[in-house]
């Protein structure tokens, strides 16, 4: 069994972020960062990660003062002007280097279900900046007084178990969620297992997933096609079924509008004693038991947990501009993130059980706290020579920041309570100070 430390992959992440390759790749123009200035290349990236939710001038000055260089202060218009000179899919390149050394000869810390990656794709919509070019981008919504609301659509694919985001996308208000599913394909193969909500089944997903050996788990509606509904009427618990396209497949499809795939249909009773359909490919009867599939399905609850993570606590909707360019910046900047900590978090998780084994309820760490523990060391991480011994601190500081898992919990779902919610707006040149 190999194991690798976050020292390790780090490093890594600190030599890439300083490589000409990576600036030669994601500068927009030849032209730009030819000249060495107080905000090269990599101080531009790294002060986009250390996530800046204040006044942008103050959080520069605080950051600047990092470096014991003597570099004098930066104005947040010349910022602007850097920033405007870089790539947003840096930061899905930097995404794709630390997860690539992460899953590579380092099996003691992967997490694996029945030896496949637990993946989830799910989707949700962010409420952007309001201003009539983010509108004309993106589309929004309108309430009942006719006045509409940016808003944007974002689809990840997740590693549930690793709590890891393996790809994310930030598309138009009115672009569906199973199109963005497709697109995430590319990044899942065999040796995943991918969970879907209700949203997602259908055929040509199915078929996609099938043709690049990934399996996969789908919850779908009771009225989701003939074979669902007889299903439902039935005494069976599990089914296997021929699934084909539908009637209004296009013809673009060719000899696929005759294909046939077998797909398992399960019957799972929640709690509340309402019954579930499951669609999968896990078809073996003896491997994959029917009770199996409840617990295998709730799983998927671990995306649900990134977007209150991206949502309430890296706080993702406060951007800090009002361009499409520094939108998407904030937003795969904000996955990065998310990231990094899970990587710090693991490590530490994994000394909790000794840590607490007297105490009557398990233990995890607390996001909200270490998120603010990793933005105030976020820049010393990469300028250090040796970030082990910070490292070493802030695991311990993560340690001592833990709650309870208190099992069986259960809250109703109260749909109303956002009908009255008021999110901070964040108006130009006017974010707080402190």
Not at 26 to 54: C, W
Not at 312 to 317: A, G, L, P, S, W
Not at 419 to 428: E, F, H, I, S
Request: charged share 25%; hydrophobic share 35%; net charge positive.
């Amino acid at each position: 069994m190999s194991r690798k430390a976050n020292t390790h992959i780090l490093i890594l992440l600190k030599s890439t972020l300083a490589s000409s390759g990576l600036k030669e790749t994601f500068r927009l123009s030849n032209k730009d960062f030819t000249r060495e200035r107080k905000m090269p290349f990599p101080k531009v990236i790294l002060f986009m990660m250390n996530l800046s939710r204040r006044s942008l001038q103050v959080d520069l000055t605080a950051f600047m003062r990092s470096f014991a260089d003597g570099v004098q202060n930066v104005t947040a218009s010349a910022f602007n002007q850097r920033r405007k000179k870089v790539d947003p899919l840096v930061f899905r390149e930097l995404v794709r280097v630390l997860n690539t050394e992460f899953y590579t000869d380092n099996d003691e810390r992967v997490l694996l279900w029945e030896g496949m990656r637990l993946l989830a794709t799910d989707g949700s919509t962010l409420d952007l900046p309001q201003n009539h070019e983010l509108q004309e981008i993106y589309g929004g919504s309108s309430n009942q007084h006719g006045v509409v609301g940016a808003k944007a659509r974002c689809s990840v694919l997740y590693d549930v178990l690793n709590n890891l985001v393996i790809d994310g996308l930030l598309a138009p208000y009115a672009v569906g969620e199973p199109t963005l599913a497709l697109e995430h394909l590319p990044h899942c193969g065999k040796g995943d297992l991918v969970i879907y909500d209700r949203g997602y089944p259908g055929f040509a997903l199915i078929k996609a997933l099938e043709d690049r050996q990934a399996e996969y788990l789908m919850r779908c509606k009771h009225t989701h096609d003939r074979h669902v509904r007889d299903f439902m009427g039935s005494d069976l618990q599990s089914l296997v079924i021929q699934k084909g396209p539908g009637k209004n497949t296009p013809r673009s499809w060719g000899k696929d509008k005759d294909r046939r795939v077998a797909v398992r249909m399960v019957k799972v009773l929640l709690d509340d004693g309402e019954v579930e359909v499951l669609l999968t490919s896990l078809i073996d009867p003896e491997r994959y038991p029917t009770a199996m599939f409840k617990d295998l399905y709730h799983l998927r609850w671990g995306v649900e947990r990134f977007y209150n993570v991206a949502k309430n606590i890296i706080r993702v909707e406060q951007f800090t501009g009002h361009t499409p360019q520094v939108v998407r910046q904030d937003f795969h900047c904000a996955l990065f993130m998310s990231n990094i900590h899970a990587l710090l978090v693991s490590e530490a998780q994994e000394e909790l059980p000794a840590k607490h084994r007297q105490r009557k309820y398990a233990y995890k760490i607390n996001n909200n706290v270490t998120f603010g523990y990793l933005k105030n060391e976020m820049v010393r991480i990469f300028i250090e020579e040796d970030p082990e011994q910070l490292l070493d601190a802030l695991k311990k500081l993560f340690l001592s920041s833990t709650v309870p898992i208190r099992p069986g919990r259960h809250y109703p779902r109260n749909r109303d309570k956002y009908r009255t919610c008021r999110k901070p707006v964040c108006m130009p040149n006017s974010r707080p100070a402190l």
